[in-house]
DNA sequence: TATGTTATATTGTATATACCAATATTATAT
DNA sequence: ATATAATATTGGTATATACAATATAACATA
């Protein structure tokens, strides 16, 4: 197991943070166990109870773990852990992995242009050069989703097409250019398929649907993309939790 | 001002808690303003650094302010507090009002039944009686939504068509009823009405429509309300906040 | 004037300690 | 066998202290 390190540049508290969330990945702590006592984390990594607090204390709020005074601290389970994560801002493949569905992405369309009023205003930038990209969603083997998004060209000046087709656009905004996702404003209307969608999501002409429009932000303020997606209503259930 | 008193039953790092929320809530400390240091605030009230940081922690996690490592703590923006605010479960009512629009409620149907089989399923009770609600839900004086809700008769016994004309359900609930609600899981669809739907919401038949399924947890893990809400889609669009 | 340095203020991390409050367990009395 | 009391365990609150990391302002120097 992974041990704390007094010359790491890292805090104890977060290095325990690890050590108890690799656990709890692993299942070497599973959903209802309690977790070692403050006073045992304390005495077996050599830090004080307090430090220990800390890391837990995070955990909790995180949602991996709760407390109950006189009893121990315990991992949560899976249905509550279910419930914390479904309002968090994921990608397409993501959210479907998670469900264990199997997806493909067809790129329809991958263009550098110039900005229309309405694209600016959503992306709030001053400069006119936009990538816009549109992609057929696919799960388990049938269209499921037409996505169609903007990103500012001078964020992501060297994105290309095969990147996209290799990369999920969340992790290669993570880790080819280092941005850090913040939030996403989403609104989501009914709609009626057009000929063209309703052919691509092998659908009858004038289905039901649903169409996302969806801003995200970055940490440092700047919005990275504008998408619009339908999704076909009939394969497809949008859920959320609201947290009281 | 409160003040802290020591001989309060309270902690000390939550007297100090609800005295900067009041503050925040009445805008004697404004959006961006900075918030006393630890040390002042220490000082101040005379309690140790350590249990100042406590109370700050929190309002932290609960996202009314954010620090800034050598700079200090500050109200948070309202931008962000929407943002925070957005994925919360709330009531019609508190949701229209929080955005300074006027709202009324008509109840059209108030009734002791026996529940159906999905009903009962989706409320996950043994008994067989709920008490089933029909509303038109008006914003601004123009019809907005309808919803149907069904609540386990055994949970509000004496619920009663005149109090829910004087109250928001969720307060009674709170309130009257001393139940603490924990989350809900949503679904949406889109939806064409149908002729009653469009008469009650006055737009033209078959017009578009979302479709909002809500089943509404308690704290004791109980299903304290089903709900069934179409919303017209040409004066409403549905918002969600998604973190990263 | 520009640039690097120093001082100062702020939050962040970490320890040691003490006692309180809630719960679980064990021993005891009936 | 069952209730009651005592004890131990566990998380919760609170203090005092020291030093680290970061941001800003003041200052010195080229």
Redesign the pocket.
């Known amino acids: 197991m992974k041990r704390i390190s ?1 010359d790491s ?7 325990l943070k690890e050590i108890l969330e690799d656990m709890i990945e692993n299942n070497i702590l599973e959903p209802g166990d ?7 984390l304390s005495e077996m990594h ?6 220990v ?2 890391a ?2 995070d955990l909790v709020n995180e949602g991996l773990v709760y ?7 315990f991992v949560t389970d899976t249905e509550s852990k279910l419930k914390y994560q479904l309002s968090k801002l994921k990608g397409f493949t993501k959210v479907m992995e998670e469900k264990g569905l199997e997806t493909e992405t067809k790129i329809l369309h991958f263009e550098l242009k110039e900005a229309t009023k309405k694209v600016k205003n959503h992306l709030k930038m001053e400069k006119n050069q936009v990538i816009e990209i549109k992609r057929l969603r696919i799960v388990e083997d049938e269209p499921f989703a037409i996505e169609t998004v903007w990103i500012p060209y001078d964020l992501c000046p060297d994105m290309s097409q095969e990147m996209l087709e290799n990369n999920s656009f969340y992790s290669l905004l993570e880790n080819k250019y280092g941005y850090y996702l913040d939030y996403a404003k989403q609104t989501i209307e009914p709609r009626i398929l057009n000929e063209y969608e309703s052919d691509l999501l092998t659908v009858e002409e004038s289905a039901l649907a649903l169409l996302f429009r969806r801003t995200t932000y970055l940490k440092n303020g700047r919005v990275i993309e504008y998408t619009k997606a339908v999704y076909r209503s009939d394969k497809y259930k949008h859920e959320v939790i609201l947290n009281y």
């Open positions: 007094k540049p890292l805090p104890l508290y977060y290095q309690p977790i070692p006592t403050e006073r045992e050599s830090i004080s109870r307090m430090t607090r800390k837990i204390m407390r109950e005074q006189g009893r121990g601290t």
